[in-house]
């Protein structure tokens, strides 16, 4: 079962992962889906960038627009899918449960092919500060 509002529950581990050198970035990471963005802001204290909206189907961010933010190191961390530590999120319904959809699925696209991948128990996390190689 997801957090609040079928939002993701955050581990103790995925806390520690997003709370080191957060303070370095506007945002500690992104999510797709308001409410697992919130699942993480929430638990760490750090801001976490909501991509796409309340269930990931609103085009905000662009991708042209996140690839800026990657490129000025504004964001840490690109958390993968939504809610219960690693679905896939986006639009498809309440809580995020469906496939990424539009803007949101190209930005997970565009991270999954350009970025390391940092799994963290059953959650998995794109650093964007490291190349995929």
Do not use: C
């Not at 990931?56 to 964001?75: E, H, M, N, R, W």
């Not at 963290?120 to 500060?129: E, K, P, R």
């Amino acid at each position: 079962m997801g957090g609040l509002l079928d939002g993701a529950r955050v581990s103790s581990e995925a806390k520690v992962l997003l709370e080191k050198n957060a303070s370095r970035y506007t945002w500690a990471a992104a999510a797709v889906g308001a409410q697992n963005a919130a699942s993480y802001q929430l638990s760490t204290g750090d801001p976490v960038m909501a991509i796409g909206g309340f269930n990931g189907s609103d085009p905000s961010p662009t991708l042209a627009q996140f690839k800026k933010y990657v490129a000025d190191g504004k964001i840490h961390y690109f958390i993968s899918g939504g809610g219960r530590g690693g679905a896939m999120a986006g639009g498809g319904g309440f809580g995020g449960r469906g496939k990424t959809t539009g803007t949101s699925s190209q930005i997970s696209s565009w991270v999954e092919g350009n970025f390391k991948k940092v799994t963290v128990g059953s959650a998995t996390f794109y650093d964007l500060t490291q190349p995929a190689s």
